[in-house]
């Protein structure tokens, strides 16, 4: 069986995009795996199948090892552009449906694209994170899928990220966690490292760059709202443009006595959401697969 895929990226974060609305193509963990490899595949970050439930769109995403994620910020918003781009959907204002529910962004035909990410919460429950023979305390923020955030002096300090870092308790992400590496760089500016669960160091992340917006809020004592901008670094380069977030207070119902929970606008500067690749990719499988 052949599909006809797209490859795309936010910020250089990148994807395979197969567009299957009738969600008749089944695509296995180890298929994901083979075509996200850099080595021998297309390669990625993650693949997002396009599909429709109820009638509406919904975003299938895997990360790279095939494993299945609840929310991807970047990936969410390349798929908003594919949509527009190919005319399966208008300029302007809709939602896309994900594990974590309905997402809704604001999509023009040229420029930059925004995503509300929905809820971001502190779990408050206390976290550390070790790689390169340091350990840094953190915050377990949750934007509908868990980060760990932490912050470091010298960004440097974190080193090489081939494998995941060790986040402790253990038994608090049994599903595994995304890590950011965080360095206060300025006034309302961090610059941050990300490793993505399934996926690995990553030149950006959508949800880890809300996650890290709120933990630096909390971190620096910073009244709500607030806008924080960063720039993520991939092994010590910058990655292209920078990304704005603006924290909103969202009220917690009568009755709820947790810390009130916020919403994060997500929207990029110098924005580079688009598909580098113009012709189709052929994903080939053999019978057998």
Request: net charge negative; with cysteine.
């Amino acid at each position: 069986m052949t599909m006809i895929a797209t490859y795309g990226h936010g910020t250089e974060n990148d994807f395979v995009l197969v567009f299957d609305p009738q969600d008749e193509h089944s695509i296995t963990t180890a298929q994901t795996a083979a075509i996200c490899d850099r080595e021998t595949g297309i390669g990625a970050d993650g693949l997002i199948r396009i599909i429709k439930r109820d009638e509406k769109w919904f975003m299938d995403y895997r990360n790279s090892d095939g494993s299945l994620a609840e929310m991807c910020g970047n990936g969410i918003r390349v798929m908003a552009r594919y949509l527009v781009e190919r005319g399966h959907m208008p300029e302007g204002i809709f939602g896309i449906n994900t594990r974590d529910g309905m997402k809704h962004l604001r999509v023009p035909t040229d420029g930059d694209i925004s995503v509300n990410m929905g809820k971001v919460t502190d779990e408050e429950v206390a976290i550390t994170a070790a790689n390169n023979g340091h350990i840094w305390n953190g915050y377990n923020i949750n934007v509908g899928n868990p980060h760990a955030v932490v912050f470091v002096d010298d960004i440097e300090q974190v080193g090489a990220l081939d494998v995941a870092p060790i986040v402790r308790p253990k038994d608090t992400f049994p599903e595994g966690v995304n890590v950011e590496f965080v360095q206060i760089t300025g006034d309302h500016e961090v610059s941050m490292r990300v490793f993505e669960r399934g996926s690995g160091e990553t030149r950006s992340c959508g949800t880890g760059t809300c996650a890290v917006a709120f933990a630096a809020a909390l971190h620096t004592k910073d009244r709500l709202p607030s806008p924080h901008v960063g720039t993520a670094l991939h092994a010590g380069f910058k990655a292209p443009g920078q990304a704005r977030w603006h924290l909103v207070d969202h009220q917690e119902p009568p009755g709820n006595h947790r810390r009130p929970d916020f919403q994060a606008d997500r929207h990029h500067q110098n924005d580079d959401c688009r598909h580098p690749r113009q012709e189709p990719l052929e994903l080939r499988q053999s019978p057998a697969a």
